[in-house]
């Protein structure tokens, strides 16, 4: 086969179906809104940066508003204040949307446990993947992406997700 011929797929005809092109173009492109409020941020920022490189997994088009985004990632501690700011974030970003909470604090509270820090954010919003950690390595961070890009392929493509989530938040 001549690989040089350009036009070798001019005449050709490619049959898919619309769940698979959905799941390419969603795993391909998601665009995480990172709420990084201690230090497990920082292990963000090395997963974003050149040696690590969130980017080979087509997710670095870090959005800080959350309309733009369908990746809540938080990483690091969460006060009972700052809740209801998070809780906003992850109302006003877009279905289909999916969650990553980054490390023990923002899983459990960490070692936290007192009255100011939240229990872990699954208390106010609902959480796809925890990653384990105080601080959890780059490495770590970048499975917990291909792991939504596993979940979401299998996953009703236009439905609203977690409808019968219910937080501490959603009494009020
Ligand atoms: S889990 Fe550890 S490294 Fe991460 S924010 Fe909490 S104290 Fe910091």
């Given amino acids: 086969m001549d690989v040089s011929n350009t036009h070798l797929l001019d005449e050709a005809v490619v049959t898919t179906t619309i769940d698979a092109v959905v799941d390419w173009g969603r795993e391909a492109s998601l665009w ?3 709420f990084g ?4 941020a ?4 090395s997963t974003a940066a050149s040696r690590y490189d969130i980017s080979r997994f087509g997710a670095e088009v870090l ?3 959350p309309r733009h985004a369908d990746l809540l990632i938080v990483a690091g501690t969460v006060s009972y204040k700052q809740a209801p700011i998070l809780k906003q974030i992850y109302d006003q970003m877009p279905e289909p949307k999916w969650v990553i909470a980054v490390g023990a604090c ?3 509270g960490g070692f936290y446990d007192n009255y100011t820090t939240l229990q872990g954010i699954d208390e106010i919003i609902p959480v796809d993947i925890y990653v384990a950690g105080c601080p959890p390595r780059p490495e770590a961070i970048l499975d ?3 792991d939504i890009q596993k979940q979401l392929k299998h996953e ?3 439905a609203v997700r977690n409808t019968d ?3 501490k938040l959603d009494d009020i």
């Fill in 32 to 34: 995480p809104f990172v």
């Fill in 37 to 40: 409020t201690a230090c497990c």
């Fill in 42 to 45: 920082i292990e963000f920022m």
């Fill in 63 to 65: 959005r800080f508003s």
């Fill in 106 to 108: 923002a899983s459990t």
């Fill in 144 to 146: 917990s992406v291909m």
């Fill in 156 to 158: 009703e493509k236009f």
């Fill in 165 to 167: 989530f219910k937080g």
